[in-house]
């Protein structure tokens, strides 16, 4: 039983990477308060959801921009240095966020421009660190690695939008900001304890920096067809078949419970990372990680599809008070969706870290950024305008099922990818 639980070899065995685990983990915490809080507050001042969901372009066109550009800046100077300037831009973003509500801000713009700024830091913030870590630690311990991040991004994840809501209700706007300012000081703190990491010398590095640089990162993804699989991959998963769009109408036609409904959904995408990530003690030991990774792939879209099947049978009848069985039952296919994609995202990333060398990885890093960023907002539009025609539940239905069949079609066409060997890793 104790060899399935999670391992914790990495944080024992190298002092840094606990340090950067630990601080990074709660600083994520962190960050989903402001999340939370700063839609809230965008709501509070202009009683529109298209206001709120204009945030979401405000992040997204920054990240894809930054994490492109910080993939190349990652990969010609220090990674720590990178990483900590990044990290006093993030902070000194959310000491705005504080000081704009503690003066009683009134202009959505000052927090759509806050928001863009923290994603363009973050963006580069995060390539960074993701280089760091296989400097840190031997290869054969990158999975236990990933899996003890994916397991503190999802306890993040189900902890701090309740918690930031609690807050906001409770002592308002500027105190929730400001616990996300105090906890972002243990990611700062473990990046200072860091020692240097420049990029290992190469003969191969590439001189220009810039859109120069971006281009051969580019160029020298479309020559690693097992590298390139990973990306391919999630973005079949999650374009085909993220139903998060649909939990707002869920909660309102089919399983009843309103808002309340919709953050339960979420809680148990989230909740099933976190369970896989606790019995993650068996990963560490794969071999076959490309296989791994598509039937993990495939435990996703049957979910999903099992999720649908529970809309269909409710029907959207509207609800006056919740249907239990049938939340029950659409809690648990979320969990297994959450669980499956979370051994997905650990031997991806894996694969990424392992198979790519280091005057690459940060670069490709910052390509994983935009995929991880990108797929989930084309999967809610597609999803989203799926539903219009057919309805929630069988949107769910034919993405989960669209998503395993172009999964394997790929798989088939890419042999080399269910090949792969993570004793004798080829990108």
Partial sequence: MRSLLVDLTPVRVSPAFRRLWLGLSVANLGAQLTVVAVGLQVYALTQSTFAVGVLGVCALVPLIVFGLYGGALVDHYDRRTVALVASVVSWVAVLALVAQAAAGNEHVGVLYALVAVQSAAGAVNSPARMAIVPRLLEPRLMPAANALQTMGWNVALTVGPLVGAGLVAGIGYTWAYAVDAALFTF???????????????SAHRSERLGLGSVVDGLRYLGTQPNVRMTFVVDLIAMVTSMPRVLFPAVGVLYLGGGETTTGVLLAAVAAGGIVAGLFSGGLARVRWQGRVIALAITAWGLSIVAFGLVLVVAGPTSPTGVLPVALALAVVTLALAGASDAVSSVFRQTILQTATPDDMRGRLQGVFVVVVAGGPRLGELVLGALSVRVGEGWAAVLG??????LLWLLVRAQRAFWQYDAENPTP
């Fill in 400 to 405: 989960g099922v669209a998503c395993v069949v």
């Fill in 187 to 201: 990611a700062l703190a473990a990046l200072l304890r860091l020692p240097p990491v420049p990029p290992e010398p």
